[in-house]
Each structure stands twice: as C-alpha cells, then as structure tokens.
C-alpha cells in the first residue's frame, strides 16, 4: 500500500502564504482581540473586535486564502486531507487563525452537511452565506439529560405537525450558539419510535436561531471560562416550529449525516491541537534559553532537556497518526478510516495536553495567569477529550477494531 504524507507544490506554495499571514497579520493582533472581549457585553462584539476581525477576513478573501477546508471539492481549492491537515495546523497556532480563514468549527462541519446532503433552497439561505463568512452556525446534538455519547439515546422530541414539524427538549455544549452572529442550527432530534432500529430513530433538521420557542440559558463554562463570544450554550425548545422542508435527506437518517459530518470534524480538531502543540513547545524553548535562574538558562536545569525532547518526539508521532488517518479518509472508505481517526481523537488532544502543561511548567507562576495564553489554550484542548466523542468511546472502538482481527464474534 503506497501512503503518501506530501503536498503537491502548488499547495506547498500556498501553505506558505497562511504561514506567513498568520505570523504577520493575525498573531500581532490576537491580544488586542482577546483584550476587547471584557469591554461591554462579553457577547457582543465591540467595534474595534468587528474591525480586527473582519479587516483579517477581507485581507485573507483578497488574497484567495479561504474555505481551504473544502477537501476534494470543486468548489475549494481542492486540496487532499493530507493537504489540509498542514493548513489546519498552523491556523491551530493562534486562536484567530481557522476564523480568518473561514476554516472554524463548527461551521466547517455544517457547511459540509449542507453541501453533501442540504436542498438547493438550504443551500442559498444557509451555505451560501456560511461560505461567504458573513454569518456564524451552530451544531446541537449533546444534551443534559442523557448520556450523548451514545447517541442513540438523543431524546429531543420532534413531531410532524402539518408541514411543520414541532421541536422540544434541551440541548448543550452548542458550540458557537453564543456568538451574536449564529442564525443557523444543524440540530439532531429524534424522530422515530422506541421499536424501530436504534440507528433509524434520529433524524437532522435546520432550525434558524431566534425561532419563536427557543430559549437560551445559560453558557456553559469550561473551568470557570465561558469561551465569549463563542460560547457553548445550554439552550431549552418548546414547542418550537420549523418548515418540514428543513429536515435534511428525510426521517431517520441522522446517524448517516453525523457520520459524513464528524469524521471530518474530528481530524480538523485534531490537526489544530497539533498546531496549538507546536505553538506551547516554541514558548516552551523560547522562555528556556531567555529565562535564568540558579546562574544557568532554564534550558540547562533539571530534566528540561528531556523534557524539550519528549515533546519534540511526541508531537512529531502524532503528527504522523494523523496524516495516516487523513490519507485513510482521501481513500473513501469511511469504515476503514473510523480506527484510525478514532486513533488520532485519542492521540492527539492527549499529546497536546501534556506540551502544554510542560510550557506551563517552564513558565511558572506566569504560565498560569493571563499573561500568556497557555492556561486558556489547556483549557480549550481539554474539551476535545470529551468533544465528538469521549476518549473511551474512541478506546472502545479502536479495542473493536483490533479485536476483529482475531474473531468473528460479535463484541
């Protein structure tokens, strides 16, 4: 089997413009960003945010740097997943760098929804717009009173009622349905009965944010941050009326959408925790060789060398498991693909966690406090052990998987 972890040159070339514009462009502004979110109301966006951040869109837009996501698409650059997974992780590097070039989740997974499965008006209303950056989606599936990461037991009600059909329940950790620009969710919901096939029972529909019945409760927090203006929202529906056209290919065939949206989804996080890796092992070495104490650079106490190194060896294994998973996802079969994405889910928020907290470490007190952005950065790395599916559910699946090799008996 011949694998291939290399880019094309073109693309090659075209990696080179994201580097340079992330280190020229974006991180020089990433602290002023950061900085406006605690003037005013924390979910709206002050002007000076909306003027950074759209200034960076537009730059990036001009200079055809968008939409890179959209792998093997005519209407993308066409890129291999390989390919993206290099573009990924160098956006992974700044907090601004997947939005500036129109590459964050959860919209990626969504417009991919929308692009795979989503009607010609679903496509206008929704996908052209998401594809413009000029609104923001959301991706509603966990939710409170069930165990999501079986997502059989999904439990929100939803009734055909004439040509509506009728939404309730709750939901959480609604990644982006905070940000005053959401007008979209993509929402599981159940639909069939307790005696059909539990793989049958769910169904996926677009619901426009701000539909009458919708009511957001609270943000979720992520060790006592709250992630604004993003926000991860615990959001309640009653009696919630939606078009029956918006439901997406037709009743029961939820899982077989959140399988075309989540593997991509969950590599893309991947390949950003690497980055965010490499981003936390260069503060690492740069606070080493600047910093004394003792009458020696810290580089020279301790184990820092081995320390240093371990990162260095960890993040480049890592690397490879998810350009392994990746060229499995350019071959087209998503069931082969499954182990090794669920491989890499585990790997790489795991890998990221630990070079992150050894920065921490080389930092000190400082490493801790707002005036770096290592603690923040942990903290949103450690959400991905439990995001698209908890780091023993990709366990399972990965013991299934070697297990088969073995037996014919069902686990």
Known sequence: MNMTFGMRDENRALLDRVKTMIRDDIMPLADEYAEEIAKGDRWQFTERQTEILEGLKSKAKEQGLWNFWLTDSAAGFGLTTVEY???????????LGAEVFNCSAPDTGNMEVLERYGSARMKETWLKPLLDGQIRSAYLMTEPAVASSDATNISMSCVRDGDDYVLNGEKWWSSGAGD??????????KTGSDDMPKHQ???????PAGTPGI????AMEVYGHDDAPHGHMHIRFTDVRVPAENLILGEGRGFEISQGRL??????????????????????????????AFGKKLAQLGANYDIMAECRMEIEMAR???LKAAWYMDQGDARAAAPWISQIKVVAPRTALKVIDEAVQMFGGQGVSQDTKLAQTWTHVRTLRLADGPDAVHRRQIARAELKKYTQEKM
Do not use: D
């Open 263 to 292: 593997g991509p989804g969950r590599i893309h996080h991947c390949m950003r925790a690497i980055g965010q890796a490499e981003a936390a092992l260069e503060q690492m070495c740069r606070r080493a060789l600047n910093r004394e």
């Open 320 to 322: 490879l498991l998810c």
């Open 215 to 218: 009511e957001i409760l609270r």
């Open 85 to 95: 997974a290099y573009f990924a992780e160098e956006m992974g590097k700044t907090p």
């Open 201 to 207: 029972q769910h169904s996926m529909i677009v619901v």
């Open 180 to 189: 005053p620009r959401c007008k979209v969710y993509i929402t599981m919901v």
